[in-house]
Nanobody
Framework: QVQLVESGGGLVQPGGSLRLSCAGSGFTLDYYAIGWFRQAPGKEREGVSCISKRGGSTYYADSVKGRFTISADNAKNTVYLQMNSLKPEDTAVYYC?????????????????WGQGTQVTVSS
């Protein structure tokens, strides 16, 4: 069964960094794309980044481009989101999601599998 577990969230000051992890099981990154999403209190869920199957391509929301980096460790079946230069507006629950993808360079329009989320709080 496909399972995703996020970790690495916490409290950090503005300008600081965190690395989130998304550990997957029941699937292989050879066939699945992974997306990172976030949801702040009272706001809609927002797409942050995604990585296509086999790490062929990466994509970022304009709000995080240049600050966040998504990467994959295929041997560990784990995807990471390195977050630098964090801002208070980055505060949210961060979720990773997975779905099967046939195309080598695209991310899914929909994700069928979701992790439980990890809290990121950026505050002085």
């Amino acid at each position: 069964q496909v399972q995703l577990v996020e970790s690495g969230g916490g409290l950090v000051q503005p300008g600081g960094s965190l690395r989130l992890s998304c550990a997957g099981s029941g699937f292989t990154l050879d066939y699945y794309a992974i997306g990172w999403f976030r949801q702040a209190p009272g706001k809609e869920r927002e797409g942050v980044s995604c990585i296509s199957k086999r790490g062929g391509s990466t994509y970022y929301a304009d709000s995080v481009k240049g600050r966040f980096t998504i990467s994959a460790d295929n041997a560990k079946n784990t995807v990471y989101l390195q977050m630098n230069s964090l801002k208070p507006e980055d505060t949210a629950v961060y979720y990773c999601a997975a779905d099967r993808a046939l195309g080598p360079d695209s991310c899914p329009a929909k994700y069928n599998y979701w992790g439980q989320g990890t809290q990121v709080t950026v505050s002085s």
